[in-house]
């Protein structure tokens, strides 16, 4: 008997689910956005011990130490500036698990004290640009020595920074300032990622402010593009993305979100990210 048409088209999809299915490092990452990490669980149900206000900024971030061992970063709905900033340090976490970028620290949503907040792991020993940039390449007496210096962090660093650019530009941070990264053992991580998913806010990514001049054309390394390409066509992790996403945002930063996953398609095969990135809508 012939087979129909729609029996042909189920052979076919199948095979494309199961050839997801079989990559390990896509069914890696599947199990890691199901599950919370033993060291998330830790961050939402371990004992917090003492607090420490040293942290300061803008939303008044707390340092903790966790009963046993551990610390954390918590930032408290009650003090933030901005709505749900806390929900959307969980969701921009989320949307690095969901990349497979191991960009942002772990990050979790707790209660405390009648209060309700995010809750980071606090990575220790790390840098910030600036005391990098003094460590490695010395003293800066003008300000054109200090963006010289900036842009040999930025080659230095290349991958991660390609990432942290295009996670930025999904999750439309509108913070990435020279103190909202870090940097450790060859690693950045992206922390305060609470101004985020807001359309109206404009766009900030790190960039030194020489890189356009400068005549390079920044391209994504193939292992970086694969895994992006991947990324876009993985129906069943953009599902539970979705999914996931519902007690964080709202269905308009939801659909903006997607929307700006649909736009990294053209995004990654351009000639010059940077330019791809900043230009795209
Ligand atoms: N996960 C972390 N690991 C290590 N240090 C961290 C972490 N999160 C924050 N810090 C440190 O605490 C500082 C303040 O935290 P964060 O930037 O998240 O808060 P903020 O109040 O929103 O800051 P601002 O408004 O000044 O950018 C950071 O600049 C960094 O030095
Ligand atoms: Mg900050």
């Not at 040293?54 to 003090?79: C, F, H, P, T, W």
């Not at 530009?169 to 807001?198: C, M, V």
Request: one cysteine or more.
């Amino acid at each position: 008997m012939e087979p129909k048409p729609e029996d042909l088209f189920n052979i076919g999809s199948k095979t494309e689910v199961e050839a997801f299915s079989f990559d390990p490092e896509l069914k890696n990452r599947l199990r890691h956005l199901e599950q919370d990490s033993a060291l998330e669980v830790k961050l939402q149900q371990r004992e917090i011990v003492r607090k420490n206000e040293l942290l300061g900024g803008m939303n008044d971030a707390i340092a903790v130490q966790l009963k046993d061992d551990g610390s954390g970063v918590l930032k408290l709905e009650s003090r933030e500036k901005v709505i749900d900033s806390y929900k959307k340090e969980r969701a921009a976490y989320i949307v690095d698990k969901f990349l497979g970028f191991g960009l942002v620290p772990p990050t979790v949503i707790r209660e405390f004290i009648g209060d309700v907040g995010s809750l980071q792991e606090f990575i220790v020993d790390t840098l910030e640009l600036h005391s990098l940039m003094l460590f490695k390449y010395g003293d800066c007496d003008t300000i054109e020595q200090s963006r010289n210096q900036k842009l040999k962090v930025f080659h230095d660093y290349l991958n991660d920074f390609l990432k942290l650019l295009i996670f930025d530009y999904l999750i439309h941070n509108s913070d990435r300032h020279d103190f909202n990264f870090l940097f450790k053992e060859g690693r950045i991580y992206a922390i305060d990622n609470g101004f985020t998913f807001d359309d109206k806010n404009q766009l900030r990514l790190f960039m030194p402010d020489n890189l356009f001049a400068s005549s390079a054309k920044y391209i994504l390394s193939p292992e970086l593009k694969m895994n992006l390409n991947k990324t876009l066509e993985w129906g069943e992790g953009k599902s539970l993305l979705r999914e996931k996403f519902k007690i964080l945002l709202t269905q308009k930063q939801i659909d903006t979100f997607f929307k700006r996953l649909d736009n990294l398609r053209s995004i990654i095969n351009s000639k010059n990210i940077i330019t791809a990135i900043y230009t795209a809508r």
